[in-house]
Each structure stands twice: as C-alpha cells, then as structure tokens.
C-alpha cells in the first residue's frame, strides 16, 4: 500500500541551559516524519545521536534516499533492512507503529503485546551546574521519586552529595558521559553507595568498558554509549549490570524491543533513555519502558514547549500513558 511521506523539522526552546560533559544546548531541534494512507496518518519524532555525527540535515537526507521505497510501501521488518540504526530509521519505525495502529484500530500497547501497559516513573535530569545550585535545584525537584544528575570529573561527589541533601528520598542515577577514569569510579563509587544512589551511568569512556569487567563495585552501571543495537551486546556482558536502550540509537522501537529481549537474556538489565524531545518521541519511549527498570523520558520536561495532547507528568514524574491523538 502507497504511503505519502513528509518531513518537517522543529526546534523546542529548553527551560535552562542543559549542561553535560561533553557540551551544552539551550534547544532541541528534532525531525518529524509524516506517513500517511487512506485518510490515517502516523507521525514520528527524532532527535538523533549528536556524538555519532548525526544532524537534522543528515537525517533528512538518510530518509530522502529511500523516499521512493517508503512511499512504495514498507512494513517494519523491511524498513530495518533499508536504513541503518539512527535517528532517520527512529522517525520512520515510530510512524509506521502509529499509522499501523491508526489504520487497524488496534493500540500499539496490543501490536507490541503488552496486554496491560502501566504508567511510568521517570528519572527528571539536573545537568551540570555549581554545587550550590545542584542542591537547590534537587530541592525544587525532591517531589520526583527519580532524579538524575549529570556530573563532570570536576568534584563529581560533591556535586551528588548536594542532589542528596536537596531531594533526600528520591532515587537517583548518576551520569558522568564517560568523564570519569576506570580509577575514580573505584575510589568514588563506596561514597556514591553511601549517598544511596541507585545507578551509574556511563561513568567511564567507552574504551575503556573492558576495565569493568571483573570490578566489583557497589553500585551497578549501566553502559549508554556503547549500547547502540544488538550486535554490541558481547562487548557489553560482564562489564555492564544495565543497558541503556534510546530508540535513536538503536533506530526505533521495532530494533529496540529486539535488543531488549536480547539484552535481558544475556542477563543483564534494562534502562530506557532519550535524547531529549517532546512528547511525540517519547512515546514510542514508554512501549520499550514497560520492559524496564529505569526509564529517563523527561525530554519534555525540559522543554518550554511540548506537543498539543502531550503526555501528562505528574508531580512526582509519573507519566500517563499517551493520548491516542498523540501516537499510537
């Protein structure tokens, strides 16, 4: 069947300027994709993986080169063999979940096989900032049950100990974006313990992941960057507790639900992430979620502005389970 496809870009304002340590941003700006049949249209939203070079005029480009397939006529399984793992394939996996959904009447909760979805907690992120501030904005956020705080290798433990003092009963997961040597993790993790802190993020560079195994730490970590698809899941086995999953990493939920699976009968555990975005990409997100531990889909919450019919975030970072107006 034909599919009529377009491609717009946005640009979401963010609240603050987001702070990591590997840059900064004051916006985010995402592609959407349009597929659309008989009257029903799905829609996909796609950040993109920044550190794999990707960019909105790349990911345009990626879905420009199979417009003729696509609007042909592909399914999921076929779109995996025309585009590889990113942004541009995210986009479009989203829209062919939702133009699917749209058109058989039937939720993407049931097309995926999750017979009773569930509301999810997500992690809201604290990017880097001074100490004082760390605290005061984890005071402002203590209502959340999850927090995540970015750290550099500059006086990371401080950095967290004010998160702690700020939200003294939330959970938290600390993400360094591999700014920390194999070296200061061991010497700091017995003190992150200590401040209860649930997860560890990516601490370490990702060439140095093999220094992990064997590493007896008091606090699991979870592989981010090195996790993009399936295929890295013998590097990752032994080094890593947690994958972090990202459906621009892995280009879509189709890919990514295969991962998981794969992912958890390797033994280890699961996390879903994002790469900022508005409701619109965090939606495919909360599919992926239900088979997770930890999810970190806040990209709303840092935006100044989100979809029509977004998805709703409780006080505590509860998220309602989407509109079908929105996705799916």
Request: with cysteine.
């Amino acid at each position: 069947m034909k599919h009529e496809l377009s491609i717009q870009t946005r640009v979401w304002p963010l609240r603050e300027k987001f702070v990591i340590a590997r840059g900064s941003q004051t916006a985010c700006e995402v592609i959407v994709v349009h597929l659309a049949v008989d009257g029903h249209v799905g829609r996909g939203e796609a950040v993109g993986v920044d550190y794999h070079g990707e960019t909105i005029d790349s990911m345009r480009a990626q879905i420009e080169s199979v417009r003729a397939a696509v609007e042909r006529g592909v399914d999921r399984g076929q779109l995996l063999d025309l585009l590889p793992p990113g942004g541009a394939r995210n986009a479009l996996d989203a829209a062919l979940w939702d133009l699917e959904a749209k058109r058989t009447g039937t939720s993407v909760w049931e097309l995926a096989g999750i017979a009773r979805p569930r509301p999810i907690a997500t992690c809201v992120t604290i990017g880097i900032r001074s100490i004082a501030e760390y605290e005061a904005k984890a005071r402002s956020l203590s209502r959340y049950q999850w927090i995540k705080v970015k750290v550099s290798d500059d006086r990371p433990l401080e950095a967290v100990a004010a998160v702690r003092r700020g939200a003294p009963d939330s959970r938290l997961v600390v993400d360094a974006n591999q700014a920390l040597s194999v070296a200061a993790l061991e010497r700091l993790a017995p003190a992150l313990a200590q401040l209860r802190v649930d997860l560890l993020e990516q601490p370490v560079r990702e060439s140095d992941g093999d220094q992990l195994r064997g590493l007896e730490l008091p606090v699991p970590v979870c592989a981010d960057e090195p996790a993009n698809t399936v295929d890295d899941l013998p590097r990752l086995v032994d080094c890593y507790d947690f994958v972090n999953i990202k459906l621009d990493k892995s280009g879509g939920l189709t890919a990514a639900l295969d991962f998981a699976h794969a992912a958890r009968a390797a033994g280890l555990r699961l996390m879903v992430g994002c790469m900022v975005g508005g409701s619109l990409a965090m939606a495919p997100g909360m599919v992926l979620a239900q088979l997770c531990e930890v999810a970190d889909l806040d990209g709303p919450l840092l935006q100044a502005e989100d979809w029509p019919e977004g998805i709703d975030y409780a006080a505590d970072g509860v998220m309602s389970l989407p509109s079908r107006k929105l996705w799916g």
